[in-house]
């Protein structure tokens, strides 16, 4: 079964700082990968998914990620962060290429952004 | 306004007290599914379903039932609660549940329950 590793429980950087969000997967034949960010009081929010092709994907809010095959990778990064980025962002990888869909989700990053 | 909708946002009860957490979604999608989001787990699959009168157990069933007679809606029953549910509960919903497709899953804003 897949499982997700997100790295950082918790990320402080200050404004306009870059950020990296680490997140892990375990291989797999198929692997599809998605980063979701959830605004306080509010549910989760496609950030950016990888399904195949150009390995760094291109997100909203500027946010990019990189999905890295060898090393089972798929960091979330944004060069210049804002107060409004405060969010806890998760990492999710889907199961198999047939049968029901399964999102496999990691632990959770609480990103903090300091003035 | 595309959306997934779930009612009530907080709800505190008792041990043993039915409760009913109702998800309704407009996108005509077939798939729908209920997660359970705890610290430090991130988020688990309760139960999902592929379309009306299809549903299947996913990580974390116990102590939980569904229904899908509508495609619309996809209530989460709890039929005894205990404190061990307490949690923030997700709805979502895609186009198609086959993994092949990769439909993008929307979700609710969430139910905080507790259970006393």
């Known amino acids: 079964a897949q499982s997700v590793t997100q790295l950082d429980s918790q990320v402080p950087v200050f404004e306009e700082a870059p950020v990296e969000l680490r997140c892990n997967y375990s291989?797999?034949?198929?692997?599809?990968l998605f980063w979701y960010v959830q605004y306080p009081n509010q549910g989760l929010q496609l950030l950016l998914k990888y399904l195949s092709g150009s390995t760094l994907v291109k997100g909203i809010n500027g946010f990019e990620a990189e999905f890295n095959k060898s090393q089972t990778s798929f960091h979330l990064r944004k060069p210049s962060v804002h107060i409004s980025d405060t969010a806890e962002y998760f990492c999710a990888v889907s199961e198999g290429s047939w049968g029901a869909q399964k999102l496999v989700f990691g632990q959770g990053t609480r990103l903090t952004i300091n003035p | 306004e595309a959306q997934v909708t779930q009612n009530p946002r907080y709800l505190i009860t008792v041990t043993g007290k039915k409760l009913t957490v109702t998800c309704s979604q407009n996108m005509n999608h077939e798939y729908m599914s209920w997660y359970r989001q705890d610290p430090g787990l991130g988020l688990r699959q309760i139960y999902y379903s592929m379309n009306v009168e299809v549903t299947d157990k996913g990580d974390v069933p116990e102590g939980y039932k569904v229904s899908r007679k509508e495609k619309r809606n996809f209530p989460l029953i709890l039929e005894s609660p205990s404190p061990n549910q307490t949690s923030l509960y997700f709805c979502a919903s895609s186009l198609s549940g086959l993994a092949g497709a990769i439909d993008t899953q929307y979700f609710g804003p969430g139910t905080r329950l507790t259970v006393l």
């Open positions: 291989s797999s034949v198929s692997v599809y």
